[in-house]
Antibody, heavy 118, light 112 residues
Framework: QVLLVQSGADMKKPGASLKVSCQAS????????ISWVRQAPGRGLEWLGW????????NYAQKFQGRVTMTTDTSTSTAYMELRSLRSDDTAVYYC???????????WGQGTLVTVSS | QSVLTQPPSVSGAPGQRVTISCTGS?????????VHWYQQQLPGTAPKLLI????NRPSGVPDRFSGSKSGTSASLAITGLQAEDEADYYC???????????FGTGTKVTVL
């Protein structure tokens, strides 16, 4: 079955960088893009960006342009999301999700809680 | 704030029908981009795809859930409301001005 397994919870200081991994299994990693979505405490879902191993392309939300990088490693079917210059309002649960066709996410990782605090 | 606006909350008694609106603009829903809907049972847990491409239910989603779209808005309807439907619901569409996907503001459904 399709599984997306994310790296564990992390705690960072303001100004630092975080890198979350998302290892996919149960399907052809090249056939579907991976998007990243976050949810701050008490807030709604926020789309961060998308990465495609097949097309070697990315698309980032304007809000995060210049601060986020999404990559893939096809040898391990793993997607990565790096966010730099962390602030306290980056504290959130970060999810990776498989794009089924066009922007619809049919499988999600379990989420990674990232806490940014001094 | 999101470019897709949803009511903060809706409620209904078991068995009733409730609808959740998702209001956008000419740069997203009104431009013909697909709308997807997600259910999140608890904040901090992974959302579940409920409706794909405006009206399509993925395998395993009960037919009590249905989606529709008209003009610059979309709607999710839940008929025969059940206690287990109590959750947060989010719409999603592509915005051509932002050039990326966006989620709606979210709606909490309460079963009375």
């Amino acid at each position: 079955q399709v599984l997306l397994v994310q790296s564990g919870a992390d705690m960072k200081k303001p100004g630092a960088s975080l890198k979350v991994s998302c290892q996919a299994s149960g399907y052809n990693f090249l056939s579907h893009g991976i998007s990243w979505v976050r949810q701050a405490p008490g807030r709604g879902l926020e789309w961060l960006g998308w990465v495609s191993a097949y097309y070697a392309k990315t698309n980032y939300a304007q809000k995060f342009q210049g601060r986020v990088t999404m990559t893939t490693d096809t040898s391990t079917s793993t997607a990565y999301m790096e966010l730099r210059s962390l602030r306290s309002d980056d504290t959130a649960v970060y999810y990776c999700a498989r794009e089924y066709r066009s922007g619809d996410y049919d499988h999600w990782g379990q989420g990674t809680l990232v806490t940014v605090s001094s | 704030q999101s470019v897709l606006t949803q009511p903060p909350s809706v409620s209904g008694a078991p068995g009733q029908r409730v609808t959740i609106s998702c209001t956008g603009s000419s740069s997203n829903i009104g431009a013909g981009y697909h709308v997807h809907w997600y259910q999140q049972q608890l904040p901090g847990t992974a959302p579940k795809l409920l409706i794909s491409a405006d009206t399509n239910r993925p395998s395993g989603v009960p037919d009590r859930f249905s989606g529709s779209k008209s003009g610059t808005s979309a709607s999710l309807a839940i008929t025969g409301l059940q206690a287990e439907d109590e959750a947060d619901y989010y719409c999603q569409s592509y915005d051509s001005s932002l050039t990326h996907w966006v989620f709606g503001t979210g709606t909490k459904v309460t079963v009375l």
